[in-house]
């Protein structure tokens, strides 16, 4: 176990629950999969009909962005909860609930009237959400042996991409020709089988009973709710605004990581960022996330408003993206286990990076062929890396840690997520220079690609600490 200096006694690394038959575990890969498919099909599926919800709303597409923040956002701030109610309640009781609450909130959103009402019902959408997807790992995490973990992982999610791979198509039709209402009404049926199934087949591990650490809770959830609103702010020009906020957010956050590392039980738990491998997922992650969060937002404004496509064209062109992020999980565990996370996280970040500056290159006369294909090898190289930086901070964690691991990689992942679409976005705004159309939607478009590669590439040096042998 590779940890830096700790105050931690050195644990065993993660082990399976004998208890589980094969049936168990394959069951459990289903249901885990299908709560991945639940909450991937309502991301992509919105993206697409952005223009259309901005429209109904009297906004502009891009002032649609709180929605799409807003929901990332709720998930961040309430997926450290999801840790402390898996050990006191279980995580039978606890992802139960997260799939009707979800379902309710996507219940919400398609009768929203206007934005802050969607917004509200998005948060509710999120705090679901945020108990669904960490729980879920940690129920994983606990059942299946540190060997098999990578294959389990790359599996429950092949099921969950098939919601990339639908959900523009599907986006596109319903905004085009019903109402964007259905992409939220779609969620209801699979709520209610998601239910049937959680009640049925979800193990119900526990953990041990700590207090809530309220008052961490209160820090953290002002410190990234402030950040992100803070960008948002910046991108609709109100600077002081946007500058007063960022100061209150940072200094709550701040206040934080001092707090977490003298309590007891600490809403997040900053100890485990004294293991190598889990400190490195955390840093590396979010800042990789920095740079590609935002891409598939800025992808449909472009295929929409700067090019002019209908939104079920705009809806087609990402499904290469969705169908090769699942082509690549049948080959991400072999490469991971053949190359190592070193090498692949460091060659294949900067890749990535190389590819989201391509982009810039797409205008209105690009043959759809070639787009599809630009598209479909980044969502290759996406596909390895959500599953090395996914599966790279659990190698190394005891089977006390795996709860606050897998509440610590879902939060960090859905708070880079809201501060890349925010970061992209202000770039966007910020070239745009307060004007709308396709061809500046275009120019803005490449600018703000070259910089967004650029952050990427340079985040690939986050995982040169990575020792060569790391998760062997």
Known sequence: M?????????????????????????????????????????????????????????????????????????????????????????????????????????LACGLAPNLWTLVAARVAQGFGGAMMIPVGRLALVRSFDKSEFVDAMAFATIPGLIGPAIGPVLGGLFSEYLSWRMIFFVNLPFGLIGLFLARRYMPDYRGPRTPLDLSGFALFALGAGGLSWALEQVSDSNYVQGLITGIVASIAMALYLRHGRRVAAPIVDMHLLRIRSFSIAFYGGFATRLGVGGIYFLLTLLFQIGFGYSAVMAGLLQVPQALAMILMRFFASTIIKYQGYRRVLLFNTALAGVLVMLFATITAATPLWLICIQVFVYGFVMSLQYTAMNTLGFV?????????????????????????????????????????????????????????????????????????????
């Open 2 to 106: 590779d940890v830096e200096a700790s105050t931690h006694a050195v644990v065993p690394a993660v082990t399976a629950d004998p208890m589980l038959t094969a049936a168990d575990k394959r069951v459990l890969l289903w249901l885990i999969a299908f709560s991945f498919f639940m909450q991937m099909l309502d991301s992509t599926i919105v993206n697409t009909a952005t223009p259309s919800i901005a429209a109904g709303m009297g906004i502009a597409p891009l002032d649609l962005r709180t929605a799409l923040t807003s929901y990332t956002l709720s998930l961040a701030v309430f997926i450290p909860i999801s840790s402390w109610l898996s050990d006191r309640y279980g995580t039978r009781r606890v992802f139960w609930w997260a799939i009707l609450i979800f379902t309710l909130g996507s």
């Open 396 to 472: 190394d964690l005891a089977i006390a840690q795996a709860s606050m691991g897998s509440s610590m990689t879902s939060t960090t992942q859905n708070l880079s997520i809201s501060f890349g679409i925010a970061f992209a976005s202000l770039l966007m705004a910020i070239f745009l220079h307060g004007t709308h159309g396709g061809i500046h939607y275009v120019n803005a478009f490449r600018i703000t690609m070259i910089i967004l590669g650029a952050v990427t590439v340079v985040s690939s040096l986050m995982f040169l600490r990575l020792p060569r042998r790391a998760g062997a």
